[in-house]
């Protein structure tokens, strides 16, 4: 069973390489975060229900162990997770595991090619399988990364998106990086996307890290796209531009999510693409984002 867990500028005129650092380590320790002089008025909290991993981030882990790493993960405090690569597992296999340290899987990434096709149906029955509610493509093969191309996948992204819906499931998503936010004629193949799909049947897990590399303001999206981003990967910046644990890095969270509600934001998942310790980057990002105020 699930024990209970413990509860300056950047790319885009983010700020705070400096305290992000110093909120991270104090949630690593597990001590209180201090009070930030500067966020008097922030008393939002991101809900418990609603900090899960992108198991992409576990994978390793994941490979030696999996039921293992599930209950790890659920100690920490994570409530879900998305899917993403299962090791071998059948859909109902992955289910026992989840239900066994009361962990909820809420989105599993299945590849483009795979929903468009003839796997469609199978991919959305494993989801009912899983308890998971959203299908997410995890990105577009090179040759659309065009505005004709992009056009062409909001099309089926909206076909597909009908199909889910049909099935008794959300909508689709995507889930984007930097490339997916180049400016291509004159447009923004990401905002394609966004304004050629069906907001009832397509959203977006908006990758903060990925729109940020790429140029793109993420708190811009909720605002200006209301309720089309029901999860986000939550993915800190390093100095250099690489990645960091989930409050260490340079993106300022609490700016970025002062209108997650907007946006339509349920799901805060934590990713990081090539954790050192993936349990320590777990630990670390969970701290901060149970201790965020926003």
């Known amino acids: 069973?699930?024990?209970?867990?413990?509860?300056?500028?950047?790319?885009?005129?983010?700020?705070?390489?400096?305290?992000?650092?110093?909120?991270?380590?104090?949630?690593?320790?597990?001590?209180?975060?201090?009070?930030?002089?500067?966020?008097?008025?922030?008393?939002?909290?991101?809900?418990?229900?609603?900090?899960?991993?992108?198991?992409?981030?576990?994978?390793?882990?994941?490979?030696?162990?999996?039921?293992?790493?599930?209950?790890?993960?659920?100690?920490?405090?994570?409530?879900?997770?998305?899917?993403?690569?299962?090791?071998?597992?059948?859909?109902?296999?992955?289910?026992?595991?989840?239900?066994?340290?009361?962990?909820?899987?809420?989105?599993?990434?299945?590849s483009y090619d795979t929903l468009k096709g003839a796997g469609l149906p199978q991919a959305l029955a494993d989801l009912h399988t899983l308890g998971a509610k959203w299908p997410v493509v995890p990105s577009l093969p090179g040759a659309l990364h065009t505005p004709d191309g992009y056009r062409e996948a909001a099309r089926e992204f909206n076909r597909i998106g009908q199909a889910s819906r049909d099935a008794g499931l959300g909508r689709l998503l995507f889930h984007n990086h930097g490339t997916d936010h180049a400016v291509v004629e004159g447009t923004s193949l990401y905002d394609?996307?966004?304004?050629?799909?069906?907001?009832?049947?397509?959203g977006f897990e908006l990758d903060v890290y990925w729109a940020a590399k790429g140029g793109a303001d993420p708190a811009a999206y909720f605002v200006r796209h209301p309720r089309r981003f029901p999860a986000l990967h939550v993915k800190d910046m390093a100095a250099d531009g690489g990645f960091a644990d989930v409050g260490s890095g340079t993106l300022d969270f609490a700016a970025m999510?002062?209108?997650?509600?907007?946006?339509?934001?349920r799901q805060w998942l934590?990713?990081?693409?090539?954790?050192?310790?993936?349990?320590?980057t777990a630990r670390n990002s969970y701290g901060y984002l149970a201790a965020l105020r926003y």
């Open 192 to 202: 394609i996307l966004v304004t050629e799909t069906d907001p009832e049947l397509v």
């Open 1 to 110: 069973m699930r024990s209970s867990g413990p509860n300056g500028t950047g790319p885009n005129g983010t700020r705070r390489a400096f305290l992000g650092t110093s909120l991270g380590l104090a949630a690593a320790v597990g001590t209180a975060l201090p009070a930030r002089a500067d966020d008097t008025s922030r008393r939002r909290r991101i809900p418990r229900g609603g900090i899960g991993m992108h198991l992409y981030t576990m994978r390793t882990a994941l490979a030696q162990d999996f039921a293992g790493t599930l209950e790890q993960l659920a100690e920490i405090g994570y409530a879900t997770v998305g899917v993403s690569g299962r090791h071998g597992y059948g859909a109902a296999d992955i289910r026992r595991m989840l239900d066994a340290v009361e962990l909820r899987a809420v989105l599993e990434h299945v």
């Open 270 to 280: 934590v990713e990081h693409d090539s954790p050192t310790d993936p349990f320590a």
């Open 257 to 265: 999510f002062d209108n997650a509600q907007v946006g339509g934001v």
